[in-house]
């Protein structure tokens, strides 16, 4: 086979050598028709010996033939490696474009080197692939443009890691192309999907109201309700949240459930745990825990001070609650000190408040 080799390299070397750019382009054709039509039968040694003789090729030939290349090699499973690689890291996207959205030869690593140095151009391309690894989605997601992005997160072969749900909750505010498409991911974390919520409710109150300047409060009082909605209804379907409430309901009714519990819950990163902990011990509707722990720090303070839970819990819910950075030290002791300022009885007055309003709620229909 050796042999063999070398005597093609060297057949192929000599006509590069002395034939015009024409002929060079014919050969590389005449080189890519054997072997798309052979390459079910090659067996790894043949595909070292086209390896070889593709690097020669493609290292002296023109724009509109390495497009040609890529093109036919792009959808070749067995496709030898290393020029696949060559070809994705071509700066011309008519010639990485093909192989960067369909080639299967090439690894994770080129994805994400390629996605991190490359044009907007090229990332678009990656996210159109059929399956699409985290590592690769984090990349997309933070250094893609907005077609980048979407269309990472319409392809239903692309998974995406906790931090870049968190990023692409950022993305969405304001677009509700974004914001819709993202929460319709069925595996996004609820706590996310939450804070997705509140993003798309703002974006879509601002519109409201710029349109119906003289119908402000109305809006935002159907603005609100919607949310809230949306969210109970999300909460009522969450495969996680109908397993937690069970659990946590099981705690309860043994004496089990402490605020030890709750702490650790959060201190795991289990959000539907800690929400539904909260909520039996407050005796408050799981919505309004929730909201209170995506949207507003204050409102976790509350919960927590008319529970008479301690500083180190609050500290880890709080810590649940932030994205994926955490909270600097600076904030954790601005609410560490409004917490401790907090009394007791007037946490207790708004929760109290809470329930009030919520039977008035019940009673009227709401």
């Known amino acids: 086979m050796a042999n063999v080799k070398t005597a093609f390299l060297s057949e192929l070397e000599d006509a590069l050598a002395h034939g015009s750019a024409d002929r060079r382009v014919k050969t590389l054709r005449r080189v890519t028709d054997l072997f798309v039509f052979g390459s079910s039968h090659f067996s790894d040694d043949h595909i070292a010996v086209f390896e070889g003789v593709f690097g020669h090729l493609i290292a002296d030939i023109e724009l509109s033939a390495r497009e040609t290349l890529a093109q036919r090699l792009a959808s070749i499973p067995n496709a030898p490696p290393r020029i696949i690689r060559t070809l994705a890291s071509d700066d011309a996207i008519g010639v990485a474009g093909p192989v960067l959205t369909r080639s299967n030869q090439i690894d994770n690593a080129t994805l994400v080197e390629t996605a ?32 980048v992005a979407l269309t990472t997160v319409k392809n239903p ?16 505010e304001g677009d509700d192309e974004m914001a819709q498409t993202v929460g319709a991911r069925p595996e996004i974390p609820r706590q996310q999907f939450l804070k997705l919520l509140t993003t798309a409710s703002m974006a879509v109150r601002i519109a409201l109201e710029a349109s119906h300047p003289g ?31 069970a659990m946590v309901e099981r705690m309860r009714v043994d004496g089990k459930l402490t605020e030890t519990e709750v702490e650790a819950f959060a201190r795991s990163g289990k959000f539907e745990e800690t929400a ?37 819990t609050v500290k880890a819910v709080l810590q649940l609650c932030a994205d994926k950075g955490g909270l600097s030290p600076q904030v954790l002791e601005q609410n560490r000190t409004l917490f401790n300022k907090l009394k007791r009885e007037t946490a207790q007055q708004v929760i109290a ?11 009227t229909g709401a």
Do not use: C
């Open 353 to 363: 408040f809470q329930r009030k309003r919520l039977q008035g709620e019940s009673l």
């Open 215 to 245: 119908k402000v409060e109305a809006i935002r009082s159907a603005v609100a309700d919607v949310a809230a909605a949306i969210q109970h209804q999300a909460a009522v379907s969450s495969r996680n949240y109908a397993v937690a409430q």
């Open 157 to 172: 072969g692309a998974a995406f890691s906790e931090a870049g749900y968190v990023r692409l909750v950022k993305r969405a």
């Open 116 to 147: 991190r140095t490359k044009s907007q151009d090229h990332l678009l391309a990656i996210s159109r692939r059929s399956s699409l690894a985290e590592t690769v989605t984090d990349v997309l997601v933070e250094r893609g443009n907005r077609d």
């Open 276 to 312: 539904v902990g909260l909520a039996a011990l407050t005796n408050l509707p799981i919505d309004i825990v929730e909201r209170a722990m995506v949207q507003d720090r204050e409102g976790v303070l509350i919960v927590a001070k008319a529970s008479g839970l301690s500083w180190q």
